[in-house]
């Protein structure tokens, strides 16, 4: 590996690392901003006790995502020095607003709700929390739209051997950036409702404060549903952007090697990037995919063989990232709603295994999370306009080859659909 290669891998791994933490805060600052406005408003202690309890795990990792993210915004400076001046004009803009805005309004007031208890009144403190919760989320949404815009390039000339900005609104509106935000946003929220629920089952296989954590799992249930189904609907809309923007990496992310229309939906595949073609294929759901991609079932979608081998992204890591993270979704999607179903009923602690499952499942959010940003960039130069290629865009690839060639397994979900009406594939020669 080369110095560019190991300053690829180094800035994957500082971001994989720093995602661990951020997207649990995005939602543990909702629910315990939700907590403490239920104290406020009823006055009951038992919710008192929940906002501290899960102020504390939120502010820890609230602490761990600062101090890791500081460190990816030193390599723009230091492994990705020509990246940032090339485009440092545009890229650093939303960087800059989410420092001065979001930063510092979130740093201000989670120093009121940190040391505020008994020194402001009650609402002022649940005002504080809302405020974090709101500046948490609001970091976010700079940050995606900056990602957005490394995505899709919008509102930008070329001048002076640089990339200029010649409209902030355009960066601003980039509906790349607000699809990527909202997709992101509510994957955060159920990774939190998953650590709530699954802190909350291993106390009650335990017996432990069983009325506190009733109340917080079913906080974090019904919460966790919605999010998840929300995180479901974004993800359609952000999926037909990308087949519109990014036509190779919804080609890789599906394995689609010929160019054709109406094309169905294999819920079976697997790979041959030698052969260029899928050993195997089905069952298939007619037109699906075309529907998915752009919301018509007689459309045509662009394949990997209708683009250049250097301009395609590692279709392997692309596919099986998607394949596994779209896998976990519908897993989470059912613990979810079994969540909310037992939880209403107040039956959890009469259904141990469902418990120990949700113990068990609380990292699948995150591992869809980290996928998800697989998929996001691991499309190289072909995920930016070709005014980047080859001059600015070696500067954010991650190489997600050394980091998941060896590590992605294999994780289907099994389903019967009618395949009648779609052709059966023919076997790679």
Do not use: C
């Given at each position: 590996?080369?110095?560019?290669?190991?300053?690829?891998?180094?800035?994957?791994?500082?971001?994989?690392?720093?995602?661990?933490?951020?997207?649990?805060?995005?939602?543990?600052?909702?629910?315990?901003?939700?907590?403490?406005?239920?104290?406020?408003?009823?006055?009951?202690?038992?919710?008192?006790?929940?906002?501290?309890?899960?102020?504390?795990?939120?502010?820890?990792?609230?602490?761990?995502?600062?101090?890791?993210?500081?460190?990816?915004?030193?390599?723009?400076?230091?492994?990705?020095?020509?990246?940032?001046?090339?485009?440092?004009?545009?890229?650093?803009?939303?960087?800059?607003?989410?420092?001065?805005?979001?930063?510092?309004?979130?740093?201000?007031?989670?120093?009121?709700?940190?040391?505020?208890?008994?020194?402001?009144?009650?609402?002022?403190?649940?005002?504080?929390?809302?405020?974090?919760?709101?500046?948490?989320?609001?970091?976010?949404?700079?940050?995606?739209?900056?990602?957005?815009?490394?995505?899709?390039?919008?509102?930008?000339?070329?001048?002076?051997?640089?990339?200029?900005?010649?409209?902030?609104?355009?960066?601003?509106?980039?509906?790349?950036?607000?699809?990527?935000?909202?997709?992101?946003?509510?994957?955060?929220?159920?990774?939190?409702?998953?650590?709530?629920?699954?802190?909350?089952?291993?106390?009650?296989?335990?017996?432990?404060?069983?009325?506190?954590f009733q109340r917080s799992f079913r906080i974090a249930a019904i919460f966790g549903l919605a999010s998840t189904i929300a995180v479901a609907a974004i993800g359609d809309f952000h999926a037909v952007e990308v087949a519109r923007t990014q036509p190779t990496k919804f080609a890789a992310m599906e394995a689609l090697w010929e160019t054709q229309k109406n094309v169905g939906y294999n819920l079976f595949i697997i790979p041959d990037t030698e052969k260029e073609c899928n050993t195997i294929e089905g069952p298939c759901v007619p037109n699906m995919l075309s529907y998915l991609a752009f919301h018509t079932a007689d459309a045509e979608i662009k394949a990997l063989k209708a683009f250049p081998k250097e301009e395609r992204p590692p279709v392997l890591p692309t596919f099986w990232s998607f394949r596994i993270m779209l896998t976990l979704g519908f897993v989470m999607l059912f613990l979810t709603i079994m969540a909310v179903i037992y939880a209403q009923r107040g039956t959890l602690e009469m259904h141990p295994l469902f418990l120990t499952i949700m113990l068990f499942s609380l990292p699948l959010p995150y591992i869809a999370g980290q996928l998800g940003w697989v998929v996001a960039e691991s499309t190289g130069l072909a995920n930016v306009d070709r005014v980047l290629i080859g001059i600015a865009a070696v500067g954010f690839v991650p190489v997600v080859n050394e980091l998941l060639l060896g590590q992605v397994t294999l994780l289907l979900a099994a389903a019967v659909y009618p395949v009648a009406a779609c052709p059966w594939p023919q076997p790679c020669q």
């Open positions: 590996m080369d110095v560019v290669d190991l300053s690829r891998l180094q800035f994957a791994l500082t971001s994989m690392f720093h995602w661990i933490f951020v997207p649990l805060t995005l939602g543990l600052s909702l629910m315990t901003a939700y907590m403490e406005t239920r104290y406020v408003m009823s006055g009951d202690e038992m919710y008192l006790r929940m906002t501290k309890f899960w102020g504390k795990l939120f502010l820890i990792n609230f602490a761990l995502g600062v101090v890791t993210g500081i460190t990816m915004e030193f390599q723009f400076g230091m492994n990705w020095a020509e990246y940032s001046k090339y485009v440092g004009d545009i890229f650093g803009a939303p960087l800059a607003i989410e420092a001065t805005m979001a930063f510092f309004l979130e740093s201000v007031f989670i120093g009121v709700w940190i040391f505020g208890w008994d020194k402001v009144s009650k609402k002022a403190h649940a005002v504080s929390i809302w405020l974090v919760a709101v500046a948490t989320n609001l970091s976010a949404l700079w940050i995606l739209l900056a990602n957005g815009w490394m995505q899709h390039p919008v509102g930008y000339v070329l001048r002076n051997d640089r990339a200029e900005m010649v409209d902030f609104g355009a960066l601003l509106t980039n509906p790349y950036g607000w699809l990527k935000f909202g997709h992101t946003l509510t994957s955060g929220y159920v990774v939190a409702a998953f650590f709530v629920m699954g802190v909350s089952a291993s106390h009650l296989l335990k017996k432990n404060q069983a009325v506190f």
